[in-house]
């Protein structure tokens, strides 16, 4: 007895700070909290009018159209409803006279509308379902409230519902605090399940759809649940630099950050060599030759030192040619404005180039190699126009670094976190996996759940391109021998035909590799994995990086990388070098694959596409 | 008994990821864990030598010079207290005889090292203290493990202290897995102590020290406690975009993202326009005039609308000096090379001209109308070559959007937040904290609890005028009226001096706000306040954000804003609009705050100052 009693005196929690109560807790706690008067506050999802009773004298063609209104409908669609509705009425006031348009209109205007009540579905984006809440036309007239996207703050008392709905409790209000009403013309919500990649054009409203706000919650929960697991295993988490002048993955892919645009560039023309007698023919020619080879290179998309290298290749031809003809041009004396333009960087911001951090693992090491285990959690960038779903110029990452460790460890890093962030989202996200799973993709829990229970498979390079060479239903895009990088294609075909769960590949050849990555002891492939997942794709790149001072320069030798760049990075092996490694996963692709959506655009919030910006 | 029995059996937890034992499970065990084997990691932080036994004959020089060296010696001191030592040796074996310098050092070379324990101090960050390490000669000579920075992996048993030192426990090494030498010769922190600003040169190195070590754990428990008070609250996390082509505050201080400057700019000459007779002296003239305003806007720092209209001003009027001077070089034919250049955005990558972002306020407005109570934490960033140590160009902040709320909620709210990470660092880094009051500041923990228990002033910016125009013992650099800006002076004076503790300011002239906070009433104040604390300044600047559709316009209409960049926004208002607040907290300021340093570029990974990038 005592403890149901203090069960129906449980009070709805106040939302601290907006001093209303948070629908979850309303939804969740049920009939237990019948009769309470709360605040709520929220957005309308959709509406319909029930009218009070029936009016005098009930014809038979009103009967059919205006009460108990279809559900869900518009408050055009009821507008719409009604003029067949004031159109009997004024038959059985007028007798048959058939009156005028705006005669009509004006009469509609003036006639008290009849007592009704307005049923709103609200959500205030706590959850999925919405509460059911009651305005009686004496507290405002239903055409104020009813529109979709209606923002409503209301007081009520909490009631067993009255009008049929889904939910076990609804609210009866009794005072309106506020209205926002909404311009019903341009609303891009007013139409129902508008497909997610024409909201693209919306992203300000995005948030107010069921799915978007089913994503961030999800999104939220995965990001409590990431800091949370390196909380527990003890990792320390370190922001990186943003603005960088370093990287590991070389400069073509790179945004600059300037300040000089702003202003007026101050110009030099650039000096023009003499290029040896050789025609600016036989450059041009040259440069359809290199960009083809770059495209090959960029199509295959994993061989990053090769397209690194193309590209400066190609860059230089170009402005060769350019240089050849600006002068040509300025000879003949036609125009200076195609002349070429150099940049004063020693004038910019930091006086020198500066760019987009794309990955910042290599300074993370700083700190792994003084506090053992870090972690950081932040956006990285890359300026590739790539026709991939999976690849925008802005996405976060999350990038660990480890001390004392070995590519092993790494692995069974990357598999623990999947596994902790998998359960986690199982747990705390169940009623908004529910509904993508109706909405989007039926087999995301199934799909979590594995992830949570069984391991991921193992395999080297060498192997995968052995599978891959005895599959003969399939014809594959790119051409795979061994040496050759794996393709978008070739990975989705192993995790999605040949082992239908997240695969593991590991010790790629050198070339296949940034510099810093660990030399095997075979001197051929590399201490690096991938893991390739269903759907979502490559969604961690790992590596032990190579600690040994000589063998690092050995490589930065080979490749020709510019070393006085890294000679901060060469210090970490010169002083208290340590075995260490660490991985980079990209967090929206595990927002992809746990909410089912195919496209990364859809999961990221103000989505950033390839060629624009947004707001 | 049985408690007993298993309190001695309880293990050393393993890391894991990194097979080796956490020294804080070590140093926090204490004595219960004698008598274990277990495999550290780490980086020596100093080190000393102590011979094994006596050796025949004990001279009384020797005796004095090299057993039970002087602590925390380097591996050079140790070497350079050794030569008298192996001279002492010479004198007993070769009589009197003084060897010539060669000849000494290749004895010394030749003799074998005499037996002797090095005792190194060693951490791994994961705690203030240093676990005591000892490495008898036969198993590494000292010279290999002794230089501050070497990093070790070693298997030892842990043992009650045989060589005096700090802790309850000491680890005697049996088998060395793992070193990472140390050049000495360039070895930065081989000197101790080094001052943290004369660190900024070797950023990689930096979190080697104690200081640098102790600030990332309390900068890692603040991020913690961050996102655990937003979940406590209902809070939902949302990452806002860097890349931005809207912003709150104009694109004054913005630092620009492209990639057209690694190509070839593509330029024309702008249009000559008739200036209509006005000489180039006479422009010139009215640039210096406008300089000298902006400088002044600049220095009072708050101002940001005037700023903003002043430097568009200035910006035009330097365009139009530089036509007319290049227009007057091309008809004299002397140069193109200083002509003006137009950047081609729409060849841009976006397609158009996009920056990064400073405040991520207004996108989070979508998110919080439609969600709630939201939050995001990322890099904000300014391109502002100001002399204070409390912003740099990249800084992390804490953005917090809550719908149905006004001020005084945010107020709450900000002011919760404080008292919540205060007692969260003081539970969860006592050890750092006491480290950072002997090394830096001895007030730290007593701020950080007055933070816990009392609530801030509330003081409106007329109230604030007022009491600052009273003072008489101090005299400012900038003076102050009503309606004039509050200098960073007079901000630290009201916290420093007159309340000595933080201070909330609210109710600013509107002309001193944005154009998107709130207008208050009276139409000339707006909703908006920031929060001041003693040595960190301005920590937060909060507002409620203007909900209606029609004051906003006006405002918009009255700074003369571009209407269309706004367009989105303005859709928030007309669609389902909401009273809502939020503030933004720059996060490295509450670390400045925390740690007691006064120079905001000493709490972040990898330094990013005014003029100069990091690696």
């Known amino acids: 007895m005592a403890s149901q009693q203090a069960a129906t005196e449980t009070l709805a929690p106040l939302s601290k700070y907006s001093k209303r109560v948070i629908l979850k807790t309303v939804l969740e706690g049920g009939t237990g909290l019948v009769g309470q008067t709360i605040v709520i506050g929220g957005w309308v999802k959709s509406s319909n009018e029930v009218r009070k009773e029936p009016l005098p004298p009930p014809a038979v063609a009103v009967a059919g159209d205006a009460p108990v209104a279809a559900k869900d409908v518009t408050c055009v669609e009821i507008l719409q409803t009604r003029i067949p509705f004031f159109r009997s009425i004024m ?11 705006g005669k009509l209109e004006s009469i509609v205007q003036q006639l008290p509308p009849p007592p009704s009540v307005a049923v709103l579905q609200v959500s205030d984006g706590s959850c999925v379902p919405s509460l059911q809440v ?12 009813m529109a979709t996207g209606t923002c409503i703050l209301v007081e009520g008392i909490l009631q067993q519902p009255t009008v049929r709905g889904k939910h076990a409790i609804e609210l009866k209000v009794e005072k309106i605090m506020h209205v926002g009403t909404v311009v019903q013309d341009n609303y891009p919500l007013s139409k129902k399940r508008l497909p997610l990649d024409m909201l693209r054009d919306f992203p300000h409203f995005r948030p107010r759809t069921t799915t978007v706000a089913s994503i961030t919650r999800i999104r939220h929960s995965l990001t409590q649940a990431t800091h949370t697991f390196f909380l527990n295993n003890g990792f320390l988490y370190v922001d ?13 892919d790179k945004f600059q950050v300037t300040t000089l645009l702003g202003k007026d560039i101050k110009k030099e023309a650039i000096a023009m060599d003499d290029t040896g007698g050789v025609s600016l023919e036989t450059i041009k020619a040259s440069i359809n030759e290199k960009s083809k080879q770059v495209e090959e290179l960029k199509r295959t998309e994993s061989n990053r030192e090769a397209l690194v290298a193309a590209l400066q290749d190609l860059r230089k031809t170009n402005e060769l040619a350019a240089q050849l003809e600006a002068r040509k041009k300025s000879k003949s004396g036609t125009s200076v404005k195609s002349q070429m333009v150099k940049v004063e960087f020693s004038e910019d911001f930091f006086s020198r180039r500066t760019f987009l951090t794309s990955s910042g693992r290599l300074h993370l090491e700083s700190y792994a190699r003084a506090l053992g285990n870090v972690y950081s959690f932040g956006p990285r960038f890359r300026a590739q126009k790539l026709e991939s779903k999976k690849q925008v110029a802005e996405m976060w990452m999350i990038e660990v670094e480890i001390a004392f460790s070995q590519l092993e460890d790494a692995m069974n890093c990357a598999d623990d976190f999947l596994k902790f962030v998998s359960k986690w989202v199982l747990e705390n996200c169940s009623e908004d996996l529910k509904f993508l799973s109706k909405r989007v993709d039926p087999t995301i829990v199934d799909r979590l759940q594995l992830l949570t229970s069984s391991s991921f498979q193992r395999i080297s390079y060498a192997e995968a391109v052995e599978v891959l060479k005895q599959v003969k239903d399939k014809k594959f895009e790119a051409k795979l021998e061994l040496g050759m990088p794996l393709t978008e294609e070739h990975e989705s075909y192993l995790v999605d035909e040949i082992y239908q769960k997240p695969v593991i590949i590991h010790n790629y050849p050198k070339e296949l590799r940034p510099f810093y990555v660990r030399l095997n002891d075979d001197g051929k492939t590399v201490a690096a994995f991938d893991v390739v997942f269903p759907k979502a794709g490559k969604l961690i790149r790992a590596s032990q ?3 040994r001072f000589n063998v690092l320069t050995t490589r930065i030798k080979e490749l020709d990388i510019p070393k006085e760049q890294y000679e901060w990075y060469l210090d970490l092996r010169r002083h208290g070098t340590v075995m260490h490694s660490g991985f980079s996963l990209s967090f929206d692709l595990l927002v992809v694959y746990a909410t089912g959506l195919i496209d ?12 624009k910006a947004t707001n």
């Open 545 to 547: 990086n190579e600690e």
């Open 240 to 252: 990186m630099p943003i603005i960088t002048t370093t990287d590991g993955e070389g400069f073509s």
């Open 134 to 145: 009651l305005v009686d036309s004496s507290i405002a007239p239903p055409i104020q409230v």
């Open 600 to 611: 990364v655009r859809e999961v990221i919030p103000f989505p950033r596409s390839h060629g």
């Open 91 to 101: 038959k059985v006031l007028g007798g048959n006279q058939n009156p005028g348009r």
